[in-house]
């Protein structure tokens, strides 16, 4: 078996909406869907497999038996699987966060920190993001606006659409705005900083917790702009590689690859509707699906029409 198709852990959240259950058909017991870890081995929401001898286990456990060789060679030097890939679906503004980097973050919360990208799958016509500050700020006045509420000033908003892509390191304060369906591929990680979620109150009737101590201590208090233009290669970094790939159905309908024993190969479907093949094997897949390929599956086949994330790890000598 090469082709693993995965079904996500689902996350309620206050801000998630109803599209994953719509538009993805994702299945999860609740109204409010806001994220599905579709590519997960992280013990707060590890994905499972839907099929063949390891349907219904974890995708760790897939991996605990099958060792680093299906990471592939490029990733050997991780201690752990070093992604996660998730849907996200802001109904309403996510907190503004940010998360810390490894040493900070192995230090402080025994778990590695959190550089990820965010590609805009779909999103309202006024849909924005917050991605890091204007204008460089101190530490003292990036805390007193945290303080008397005026944080949102002095923070980058971004208008964006469908297929927009941003690239954010670890220390960079960002939110994701109401009206944005993205997909997100991240380190394996679920440590966040909140430093300002616009007056909510938790399902306690209670404001949730702000970290804004720790934020304070691995923040980027400089501007940044890492939006990403190129319409194939999306990101390169020592986590993740990610590839945009399109099948329009029409002229292109028809792609083929070979996951080497370098790397793994996650297919994230965005869009659409086909058939995917490996040696033997063929599985249908459609709008919201995600398989996962181990290392040195050799030839695989996309047919159809469709619109793809392919993620894996490149050889570190490419890293930008």
């Not at 309620?12 to 590519?39: N, P, V």
């Not at 966060?97 to 006024?126: F, R």
């Not at 980058?156 to 369906?181: Q, W």
């Not at 990403?228 to 159905?249: Q, R, S, W």
Request: proline fraction near 4%; glycine fraction near 10%.
């Amino acid at each position: 078996m090469a082709i693993l198709k995965l079904k996500p852990e689902g996350k309620e959240y206050l801000w998630g909406g109803t599209r994953l259950l719509s538009e993805f058909g994702k299945e999860f017991d609740g109204e409010i869907l806001a994220e599905t870890w579709e590519l997960s081995v992280h013990p707060d929401g590890p994905s499972r497999i839907a099929n063949g001898s390891y349907a219904g286990k974890t995708l760790t456990d897939y991996l605990d038996a099958k060792g680093k060789a299906a990471w592939g060679t490029n990733a050997s030097h991780f201690e752990e699987f070093p992604i996660l890939i998730k849907f996200i679906d802001a109904k309403q503004d996510l907190s503004v966060q940010v998360h810390p980097d490894n040493d900070y973050a192995l230090k402080y919360e025994h778990q590695y920190g959190k550089t990820e990208m965010w590609y805009i799958v779909d999103c309202d016509d006024d849909a924005t993001i917050y991605y890091g500050v204007k204008t460089a700020v101190t530490k003292e006045e990036f805390d007193r606006r945290i303080a008397d509420n005026t944080l949102l000033e002095i923070l980058n908003k971004v208008p964006v659409k469908p297929g927009d892509a941003f690239f954010i390191e670890a220390g960079t304060i960002h939110a994701i705005g109401a009206g944005a369906l993205i997909a997100e591929i991240q380190q394996n990680s679920n440590v966040t900083y909140r430093v300002y979620d616009f007056g909510r109150m938790g399902p306690d009737g209670k404001p949730r917790e702000l970290h804004v101590d720790k934020a304070l201590e691995v923040s980027n208090f400089a501007p940044t702009d890492k939006r990403i233009a190129h319409p194939h290669n999306i990101a390169t970094c020592e986590y993740f590689t990610v590839d945009k790939l399109n099948l329009d159905g029409r002229y292109v309908r028809r792609v083929t690859g070979v996951v080497t024993e370098e790397s793994f190969l996650s297919v994230l479907v965005l869009d659409g509707s086909g058939l995917i093949e490996n040696g033997m094997e063929e599985l249908a897949y459609k709008k919201g699906d995600s398989f996962f390929l181990p290392a040195g599956s050799g030839t695989y086949e996309l047919t159809g029409m469709g619109e793809f994330l392919l993620t894996y790890i490149d050889d570190k000598e490419t890293f930008i």
